[in-house]
T-cell receptor, first 118, second 110 residues
């Protein structure tokens, strides 16, 4: 159980275009999903927290107008990278939280989406 | 945001060797988690340590939470090539957010 999928697994796009990444919880409902970015050989950095039915909460330094997050249902959150540029090339990973809001709750991670902007 | 420093940053060893990875901070945590991430994949939770001084074992992996709950270590006995990956410690901020450590990249060669 607790499987999270992402689509696509990789995408190449031209500079200036927009790219949408989907994150789905396959066998559970997730009121909260998280989006992370990981540059090569680095750790994961939290970008935003996505709550079903409400606006996402962005971390400091993350442009909300550039990284649009929609959490329209309890099993789907989307991240749209708008007007992508080469510096947006990265590995984007989502996670979904299972359980109540306690410090030991587990987040299950998707397999990631590798974005390359030419 | 408290910083979790991991050491070493990179470790390259032969199969069969033992190794220890450290996760250090100046802050006290209610719990710490350890993840392993393989190339091109998302991280997978290995363990959560909650009590100061706690030792948890997962086959050849031994996790320890410092007595003061400021640090943690991961010891791997008789490493195998399948242990290759990025090892990450992380803490939950209490606002449901995970903050990851700087990471230790492990390469186990046959």
């Amino acid at each position: 159980g607790a499987v999270v999928s992402q689509h696509p697994s990789w995408v190449i796009c031209k500079s200036g275009t927009s790219v949408k990444i989907e994150c789905r919880s396959l066998d559970f409902q997730a009121t909260t999903m998280f989006w992370y970015r990981q540059f090569p050989k680095q750790s994961l950095m939290l970008m935003a927290t996505s709550n079903e039915g409400s606006k996402a909460t962005y971390e400091q330094g993350v442009e909300k107008d550039k990284f649009l997050i929609n959490h329209a249902s309890l099993t789907l959150s989307t991240l749209t990278v708008t007007s992508a540029h080469p510096e947006d090339s990265s590995f984007y990973i989502c996670s979904a939280r299972v359980g109540l809001a306690r410090s030991t709750d587990t987040q299950y991670f998707g397999p990631g989406t590798r974005l390359t902007v030419l | 945001t408290q910083l979790l420093e991991q050491s070493p940053q990179f470790l390259s060893i032969q199969e069969g060797e033992n190794l220890t990875v450290y996760c250090n901070s100046s802050s006290v945590f209610s719990s710490l988690q350890w993840y392993r991430q393989e190339p091109g994949e998302g991280p997978v939770l290995l363990v959560t340590v909650v009590t100061g001084g706690e030792v948890k074992k997962l086959k050849r992996l031994t996790f320890q939470f410092g007595d003061a709950r400021k640090d943690s270590s991961l010891h791997i006995t008789a490493a195998q090539t399948g242990d290759t990956g990025l090892y990450l410690c992380a803490y939950n901020t209490g606002f449901q957010k995970l903050v990851f450590g700087t990471g230790t990249r492990l390469l186990v060669s046959p």
